[in-house]
């Protein structure tokens, strides 16, 4: 029976960037979590290779996205980060799930896009942070983009997949995933489902941290079907569901957070003539959240809090090579997003209290962007990407334009347009020294929180937020350098990068107002500032000595002032994490240290706390074997080896993160 | 007798359709409220009928008078009215505000305003007297009506510390609250005697909404300022449905007559 392996690669982000030889884009990072060989390319040869994870594997998206030097994770529970790019907030980077947009439906952003995926159902994760980030959608921090895994078609049918199961000790948590991918002729299809459970987990200091808990399934279904030479249809559907999910860092805790995910797209994968990849896509997803308190002591009135997002949209993306140097890139997109959330309020004896907290609101989105790349010589090359895009919000319904007149809400649309540009240069100085330099302008528009929220509280200062329907969208202006240096065993890569933005969005006190939450410190309105700025340096080193060691480190800094000079909050120290691994056969060692730097520069203005410097230690360790006509792996470690007492300075709250964690994880390929 | 007939035929049909005619030619004024009382005001040949938006309650009712001929059942709609609402108590009587209507009608009625101040029972009972004037004759009708607290009250009052009189305050908007922006309208009366209870218009108004419950206000909300008659008018704004207090503060000049009083509204 011939059996075809499903390659697997470790995230390592130097040795990705090592990979692109073609033109490539500097300015992507990304991190593979499964490359599939499609064999079917090839009709008469299989792969023999079948390795995979070759380090831990990541125990959720979050944690793989935290490896990287350009993202930072907003933590607030236990899952359920909020991944951003360099010290960008949420709003100026656009995160998308295999290019389409996803909104959480949690008023208090509880629900980034990226708690609903499981790493079992991507392929990779792509960081674009400049230019060539506009394919992806308008923004002002760049884009994240996960990559939805496909299974791959074979003239003869094969059965594949994998079987995980793993425990952390630091929450007593279990893992447990199923995946399977069948293919035959014309057909593929890869079933996933993924169980975890997670009870409270354990501090630094020994103390369980109460209300971490969190219980969540994800299933995935992939079917692909080829449709001629190099063209196939595929469809994707997600559904995750979580429930019982504790936030220390808040005064309730999540009842339920469900996505249901679903796209159509048809791809081909070369066209004649110089055309390339072509993909046309359309999807739709609803996003469904409620808070809960009734697990709450001492709560001084009870809360229903649901909110729900549904978006769908469609994109078309081709590819034109024209000639040997000169590569095109063309996309087209629209999208319609609607929003609802609600708070009532209840006290025995009274009728409920009802609000809108996200006034029923819609957004429609429509854009195109240009990517143009020109190989000038074979050691020089020239990107200039441009976008357009259009969006408009509005209210939908009564209440919530009633809601909001009590602010001088009159009825208005509010109507963005979008311009982007950019342009790259990149130059191969001598045989291994690089240099890459881009500048371009970008904006984004107002999120609908901003421009509709409804005494949203939040918990980083503890006051409550009103949107502003006369917001402004915000301008940048944004340059970055990469340097990268790769002799013999070494790629060394060093960026530096400068942010300006115009009409910069953010909440200002209004003493006026009083608050509506419970125990709030006062209200702020969203508003434009002047412009603020974001500055910083990223690097990562690579080393391999020998073919069986490699050395791994990445440093980032980051550093934010608005326009009188003051600190923006939220932005993270100088963090460094380094990296010795060693292969010993089929065993793998690997020793990890993470420090980060005290952040004592905060924002007076929000109240923000400085955080301490602290040093994480941790080791893992891998082993593969075969039998029984099965692969399989061991991973286990141990994480925060000191039981170090910490908090990285972008979680929320005084909520530290975990102790000492051993963890083991036993995976089963077929 | 032939001549006769078609010349007695043409005056009989004439006369009947004539008299039919005036009786088609007087529409039907379907008046869309609630009819609390009728009667004739003897001296004036007039019939009147009181209509109001509900049953009566203490606080400010808006009333409507339709009159009409007693002869004719014609529509009047030029009439000098005032009224005069006594409570009989037994042993004193005593009257309440009134704000009396224009001496036009529109649209065949004359709107006007009276203030119960407190409900019928077993305190005593009211009466309304409408007094007309119109062709030089005078009218007088006399309905009694009872009168029942509401649920919610929409009615104050108060002693002011800058005067020591007592001030009557009653709610007239909003009257079916809303979440959003609202118009909000009371009325003020000060007590100057037992039977006379004139509109003022000297207090200045002030207007917080607060939720007792969760102990916020709303923003942006319209002081009510005096429009005539007696009648504030303003704005209040609801963030959410549940029970709301309206705080008001009554100031006379610069002196502050009262801040204890609020209205309940529960949506």
């Known amino acids: ?670 | 007798m032939k001549k006769y007939f078609s010349v007695l035929l043409f005056i009989c049909l004439s006369v009947s359709f004539f008299s039919c005619t005036k009786d088609n030619l007087v529409p039907e004024t379907v008046i869309p409220f609630q009819k609390i009382g009728e009667g004739y005001a003897a001296g004036a040949a007039v019939k009147v009928e009181l209509y109001a938006t509900k049953a009566l309650f203490t606080g400010y009712n808006s009333l409507y008078l339709a009159l009409y001929d007693s002869s004719s059942n014609q529509p009047i709609e030029n009439a000098q009215i005032s009224l005069m609402p006594i409570m009989d108590m037994g042993t004193m009587k005593h009257a309440c505000p009134v704000q009396n209507p224009s001496s036009t009608a529109t649209e065949k009625l004359f709107a006007c305003g009276v203030v119960f101040i407190m409900p019928s029972g077993s305190m005593g009972s009211w009466s309304l007297t409408v007094n007309l004037g119109l062709n030089g004759k005078q009218g007088k009708l006399t309905l009694p009506v009872t009168i029942t607290d509401p649920v919610q009250s929409r009615l104050r009052s108060f002693v002011s510390k800058a005067d020591n009189a007592k001030y009557f305050v009653a709610l007239l908007q909003p009257q079916n609250p809303k979440v959003g922006v609202n118009d909000m309208e009371i009325a003020i009366y000060k007590a100057q005697t037992m039977m006379s209870y004139p509109a003022d218009s000297s207090l200045t108004v002030s207007l917080t909404p607060e939720m007792p419950t969760m102990g916020h206000g709303s923003p942006n909300n319209i002081d009510p300022v005096h429009t005539g008659n007696g009648h504030y008018k303003g704005k209040v704004n609801f963030t959410m449905t549940g029970l709301w207090y309206l705080n008001l503060g009554f100031k006379a000049g610069n002196v502050i007559a009262d801040t204890a009083n609020h209205f309940e509204v529960n949506f």
């Not at chain 1, 030889?21 to 090839?42: C, F, K, P």
């Not at chain 1, 997803?285 to 009135?301: A, E, I, L, Y």
């Open chain 1, 1 to 670: 029976m011939r059996i075809i392996y499903v390659y697997v690669l470790v995230f390592l982000p130097a040795l990705v960037v090592q990979a692109q030889t073609n033109i490539g884009e500097d300015s992507i990072r990304t991190v593979v979590l499964q490359e599939v060989r499609v064999s079917a390319q090839q009709k008469n040869q299989q792969q023999q290779l079948y390795q995979f994870f070759r380090s831990n594997q990541a125990a959720t998206t979050e944690d793989v996205l935290s490896r990287l030097p350009e993202l930072s994770l907003i933590r607030r529970g236990s899952y359920g980060m909020e991944p951003v790019i360099r010290s960008y907030n949420s709003g100026q980077v656009n995160l998308l799930l295999d290019g389409m947009r996803i909104h959480g439906a949690c008023t208090d952003k509880m629900d980034p896009a990226s708690i609903y995926i499981e790493p079992v159902n991507l392929s990779s994760i792509e960081v674009r942070t400049n230019g060539s980030s506009f394919l992806n959608g308008s923004s002002v921090g760049g884009s994240i983009n996960m990559k939805l895994a496909e299974v791959a078609c074979h003239d003869e049918p094969v059965f594949s997949g994998s079987l995980q199961t793993g425990y952390h000790t630091a929450a007593k948590a279990f893992y447990r995933s199923l995946n399977l991918n069948y293919a035959s002729g014309k057909w593929g299809f890869k079933a996933t489902g993924t169980y975890r459970k997670s009870q409270n987990y354990r501090d630094g200091s020994g103390k369980t941290v109460p209300f971490s808990q969190y219980e969540k399934a994800n299933y995935s279904l992939h079917a692909k079907r080829m449709v001629g030479q190099d063209m196939y249809v595929k469809i994707d559907l997600l559904a995750d569901d979580g429930w019982n999910i504790g936030y220390a860092a808040l005064p309730m805790d999540v009842g339920y957070a469900k996505a249901r995910i679903g796209a159509i797209s048809l791809v081909k994968e070369k066209g004649r003539n110089g055309w390339g990849k072509m993909e046309a896509k359309l999807y739709a997803n609803k996003v469904q959240h409620s808070m809960d308190d009734t697990h709450r002591p001492d709560v001084p009135m009870h809360m229903d809090m649901p909110g729900e997002s549904v978006t769908s949209g469609m994109y078309v993306q081709t590819e034109k090579y024209i000639g040997q140097r000169q590569q095109l890139t063309f996309r087209a997109d629209a999208s319609v997003t609607s929003l609802h959330a609600s708070m009532t309020m209840y006290q025995p004896g009274q009728s409920p209290m009802y609000m809108l907290t996200w006034p029923d609101n819609r957004q429609f989105q429509s854009g195109m962007a240009i990517q143009y790349i020109l190989r000038i010589d074979s050691s020089s090359q020239l990107q200039v990407h441009g976008r357009a895009d259009r969006s408009s919000f509005g209210l939908t319904s009564q209440m919530g334009k009633d809601q909001l007149a009590v602010f001088g809400y009159a009825g208005q649309h509010s109507s963005f347009f979008i311009p982007s540009f950019s342009v790259q240069y990149s130059r191969k100085l001598d045989q291994h020294f690089k240099a890459s330099a881009s500048i371009g302008v970008n904006g984004r528009t107002p999120t609908a929180s901003e421009l509709f929220g409804f005494y949203l509280f939040n918990q980083f200062d503890g006051y409550d937020y009103i949107g502003n329907t006369r917001l402004q969208q915000e301008r940048g202006q944004q340059a970055e350098l990469t340097l990268s240096w790769q002799p013999a065993k070494l790629n060394l890569q060093v960026t530096g990068y400068l942010s300006r933005i115009e009409q910069y969005i953010v909440g200002k006190y209004v003493p006026t107002l009083s608050t509506m939450t419970i125990g709030a410190k006062g209200v702020k309105m969203y508003e434009n500032i002047p412009h603020a700025l974001l500055a910083g340096v990223e690097g990562s080193v690579v080393y391999k000595p020998s073919s069986n060691t490699i050395l791994m480190a990445t440093v980032k800094y980051a550093y934010g002032k608005d326009n009188t000079g003051a600190a923006l909050p939220l932005m993270a120290p100088l963090r460094n994490i380094g990296s010795i691994k060693q292969y010993l056969g089929k065993l793998w060692l690997q020793a990890e240290m993470e420090t980060a730097t005290a952040q004592n520069r905060v924002s007076l203005v929000a109240e923000e706390r400085t955080t301490g410097a602290f040093s994480l230690y941790h080791f893992r360790l891998g082993y593969q074997t075969r039998g029984m006509g099965l692969q399989w792996q061991l991973n286990a470690g141990v994480e925060n080896i000191f039981d170090s007492f910490y908090r990285e300075h972008l979680d929320w709250g005084n909520i530290a993160r975990p102790g000492r964690n051993l963890y083991l994880q036993v995976g089963i390929g077929f």
